[in-house]
Structure formats: structure tokens, C-alpha cells
């Protein structure tokens, strides 16, 4: 579960299914994926920005501008404004009403694109083949569409976390802090054992809360938590900061 | 229809699929014994072995759309949509899917539940598959051939990993071929 907001004034038309528009990203500079020293790395990209302020928790994404594929990824997600709801905020130093809009990422437009979903797992497993990864968590719902097909391609169990209450059998439990109240997310116990090492898989990363919550079941059990996976960044709600450190790795941005 | 029955008499893979599914009892509630397949997926050859069996089914029936019941469904059926080339279309519970819906309604145990499918996502003449993890009355799958049907596409079967006593003898649902890997385990 997630909650995100961006200020406009108008509310544009639902797009439609048959009639994607594209949605491009604001260009980034590019940060090429590389196995290398990624401390070293963002020193570097440091002197070349600027100002441009870099975390130095390692992250990486996915080179936007050099694997053809994330084109097609990113064009095939449809933005739908006002999803679940939409918020009106009062400005009163401009003493006007405008529609905070929830632009919600829609990744089931990108599920009708056989290919384009082939793209997607397929840069999941390149990066994780090999890398002796037994466990992958998926977050229900949608972390459950891009969770298996991943697991059964690098060999490894797939392991669903879960609201409150779906899961037969014994659990843990992990709460965590929702824009407004609470929420839980559960795992079983005895899917995962220490010294498993786990792959948190999302379909999009906000505030982080959901992947941190993933991520302190799996290590309470005693698994290593290698990295965080999602297709899509909202890297304005600082999400990558609330992963103690942990690696993310993402194929599209959205601003 | 079995798949034990019906051209895999005999295949070690089900006994392997069938004894990796864990039964939880009274669960949800007293007197249900609950079909747990989350043990299966945590075997990577039980659950490879489930989705192969399901894509050397459907591989060559020209299906177009895989639709996944929310949420078991899920873990099921990208991996045949991928494997077949096919899109994966998923079900959802009320008020989960943004944009414009279409919305069934199904009858539970005690009053009744609703399944949504986005507007636009299944085109008429398209060739479907349903998966779920289990069917037991058949009324969530029903609920989803409707949908199906309602946008004007052809639902060619339901698969499920699991039936429950209620669908053995139902070779059909609501007219449809129905395709079953196990029975319930005790």
C-alpha cells in the first residue's frame, strides 16, 4: 500500500486502454548499471552533476538510455489521475481550491503487452541469474505478478507476504506507518531460513513503507535481504531512503 | 476434467505437485480444511513442473489472454501468459483496479462479492484462459467467464491447480471445460 500526491490544477480525462499516451519521463542524467565499487561510482557522478545531490546509500538503476528495452517498458505504464481518490487542498496565500491529484502508475496496461512483460522479467533475471538468490518476496497484489515468473527463471522459492489475515497457518506479522493510520504485512513462518538470501519484488517503490516492513520480516528470520526490485521509482517520495541502506533497483522513474 | 485422467495417467509430477500443497485446517474457519499452495511455490521444481504442465496445454491453442483471479490467481498465471505469449489480464476485488471497469457480481457462502476486469483490456474474438489456484462452488469462476464473455471474448477453458469434491463430475462450468491438476489433499 502506498501514497503519493502531486499538486495540478486540472484533472486530465482518464487515458483510456486503447489510446496510451506516452509518458515520458523527465530525462536524468544517465547512471550506467555497473558492478563496480558503486561508492567510487557516485563520487564520480558527484563532480559531474554538480549540485546534483546523490545518496550515497548504494543504489542503482537501470541505464535508462542504454538498454533499448526500458523504452518500451516506460511507455507501455498508463497514468491514471485521481486513483483511489482525489484530494482537494486550499491554498490560502492564492485563495484558490486546486486538485492535489493521486497520479496512480498503472502497470496492467504494460501485463496486455506480451512483449514489453517478457522485457520486464527478463532484466530482472539477467541481473539476478547466478547471483545465488533463494528467496524471492513478492508484495501482494501486484508484486505477485512480477515475483513468480522471476523465481521460477533463477531457481529460486517464491515466497508471497501478505495483508493481514490471507495467509493460512502460523505468521509474523510486521506493521508499518501508512499516510494516515496503520497497516500490516505477513509472512510464514518457515517459508524462509537464516541464511536464505531474498529478493523484495514490488511493482512500485513511494515511500518505501511496504518494502521496509518486507524487508525487516525477512531479516528477522534471518535471511539477507540482497536488494529491492521494482519496475517503477517515484524518486520525489525518497523511498530509496527508507531502506537502511539496502539496494534498489528500478527500470522506470516517474516525477 | 483431471489431468490424471485425462493424458497424464501416471505422470510423477502431480504426485510431487499434490504432496507439496499443505492442508490447513479450520481455516478460514472451523470445519474448512484449507488448500494451502503457498508450500508449493517454496518448491521450485513442484512449481515449475505445475506451470510447465499448464504451458504444454495451452501453448498451442492460439489463447490470447490469460485471466488471473486476484490473488492466487496471480502466481499462476503471468508465468503461463508469458510462457504462451499471451497477455495477462487480472481479476480484481471492487475498488482495486484504477480507471474504467466492468464488474460481476458472485454469490458467497454468506451474501456476495464482486469481481472487476479493466474496460479495454480483452478485445472481442480473443481466445481466454481463467486460472485460479482452486476452484470449490465454481462461482468465482463463473463470475470470471462472465466478465470475459461480456467484452465479447471466447473463454477456451478454466485451469485450476486444485478441485474440491463440489467440482469433481463438473467437467464443465457454465458451459466451459474446466482442467484440474489435484484433488485435495486430506
Excluded: W
Amino acid at each position: 500500500m502506498y501514497v503519493y500526491k502531486c499538486i495540478s490544477i486540472y484533472s486530465p480525462p482518464s487515458p483510456s486502454l486503447s489510446s496510451l499516451s506516452d509518458h515520458h519521463n523527465r530525462r536524468l542524467p544517465c547512471v550506467p548499471l555497473s558492478e563496480s565499487n558503486p561508492v567510487v561510482h557516485l563520487r564520480q557522478t558527484r563532480k559531474r552533476r554538480g549540485s546534483f545531490v546523490v545518496s550515497l546509500s548504494a543504489t542503482m538503476s537501470a541505464c535508462k538510455d542504454q538498454d533499448p528495452r526500458i523504452h518500451g517498458i516506460k511507455t507501455k505504464i498508463r497514468v491514471v489521475p485521481n486513483f483511489p481518490k482525489p484530494v482537494f487542498v486550499f491554498c490560502a496565500c492564492l485563495l484558490m481550491v486546486g486538485m492535489a491529484g493521486i497520479m496512480f502508475q498503472d502497470i496492467t496496461t504494460l501485463l496486455l503487452d506480451p512483449k514489453a512483460f517478457k522485457d520486464t522479467i527478463d532484466l530482472f533475471v539477467e541481473r539476478y541469474k547466478g547471483k545465488n538468490i533463494s528467496v524471492v518476496a513478492g508484495i501482494e497484489a501486484r508484486g505477485f505478478i512480477f515475483g513468480p515468473p522471476i523465481a521460477l527463471a533463477i531457481g529460486a522459492k517464491f515466497v508471497p507476504l501478505r495483508k493481514p489475515r490471507k495467509l493460512p497457518g502460523e505468521v509474523i506479522s510486521e506493521e508499518y506507518i501508512l499516510e494516515y493510520g496503520r497497516d500490516c504485512l505477513e509472512m510464514h513462518v518457515g517459508a524462509v531460513e537464516p541464511g536464505d538470501r531474498a529478493l523484495v519484488v514490488d511493482d512500485l517503490i513511494a515511500t518505501g513503507g511496504t518494502l521496509c516492513a518486507a524487508m525487516n520480516l525477512l531479516e528477522r528470520v534471518g535471511a539477507e535481504v540482497v536488494e529491492c526490485a521494482c519496475v517503477i521509482e517515484l524518486p520525489d517520495l525518497k523511498g530509496r531512503d527508507r531502506l537502511n541502506g539496502k539496494p534498489l533497483y528500478i527500470l522506470v522513474e516517474y516525477h | 476434467m483431471f489431468a490424471g485422467e485425462n493424458g497424464l495417467q501416471g505422470d510423477p509430477r502431480l504426485k510431487a505437485i499434490s504432496e507439496a500443497i499443505r492442508v490447513v485446517p479450520h481455516f478460514p474457519k472451523q470445519g474448512i480444511m484449507f488448500q494451502d499452495i503457498t508450500t508449493l511455490l517454496l518448491d521450485h521444481k513442484a512449481f515449475k513442473d505445475t506451470v510447465d504442465i499448464f504451458v504444454d496445454r495451452y501453448r498451442d491453442m492460439g489463447i490470447s489472454v490469460v485471466a488471473g483471479v486476484e490473488a492466487r490467481g496471480f502466481m499462476f498465471g503471468p508465468s503461463i501468459a508469458l510462457a504462451i505469449g499471451a497477455k495477462f489480464v487480472p481479476l480484481r476485488k471492487p475498488k482495486k483496479l484504477p480507471g474504467e471497469v466492468i464488474s460481476e457480481a458472485y454469490v458467497l457462502e454468506y451474501g456476495t462479492d464482486r469481481l472487476e476486469m479493466h474496460v479495454g483490456a480483452v478485445q472481442p474474438g480473443e481466445r481466454a484462459l481463467v486460472i485460479d489456484d482452486l476452484i470449490a462452488t465454481g462461482g468465482t469462476l463463473c463470475a470470471a467467464i462472465k466478465l470475459l464473455e461480456r467484452v465479447g471474448a471466447e473463454v477456451v477453458e478454466c485451469a485450476c491447480v486444485i478441485g474440491l469434491p463440489e467440482a469433481k463430475g463438473q467437467c464443465r462450468l457454465n458451459g466451459k471445460p474446466l482442467y484440474i491438476l489435484v484433488e485435495p489433499r486430506k
